[in-house]
């Protein structure tokens, strides 16, 4: 009883009224630093349960592949006719067509600027 007397005597702030001037993330940080190193450990020790338990299993990877290469082919052809060469087309015109661009863009600014500045002139 009087050891528990003394540990609740030695919880309670001292006589002077003044608590610890550590701020509160101190208390904290050995926490993380110990619940960070458990789970580094447990993730180290999970990947190599991980990879124990699953290298029977690349036996099946060539024969998965071969089942699955007509599926895999038809799925390439598809999406280069639907994505890849209508990219391609689309960068080369882009490419071919960037010098009138900037022609006709550069024309339209400075046919703007030299029609406010003459409206500017016309004005005064």
């Given at each position: 009883m ?40 447990f993730?180290?020790?999970?990947s190599?349960?991980?990879?124990a ?22 799925f ?27 022609f ?15 409206r ?5």
């Amino acid at each position: 009883m009087a050891s528990t007397i003394t540990t609740t005597a030695s919880l309670l702030p001292s006589a002077t009224g003044q608590l610890s001037t550590q701020p509160p993330i101190t208390q904290i940080i050995p926490i993380l630093r110990a619940t960070f190193s458990l789970l580094r450990t447990f993730l180290s020790q999970a990947s190599r349960i991980v990879i124990a338990l699953a290298s029977p299993l690349l036996i099946f990877v060539p024969l998965i592949s071969r089942l699955l290469a007509p599926v895999i082919l038809v799925f390439h052809i598809i999406l280069d006719a639907t994505v890849y060469t209508p990219y391609t087309i689309i960068s080369n015109v882009a490419a071919a067509l960037y010098p009138l661009y900037m022609f006709c863009g550069v024309a339209c600014i400075f046919g703007a600027v030299l029609g406010i500045f003459g409206r500017s002139l016309v004005t005064l």
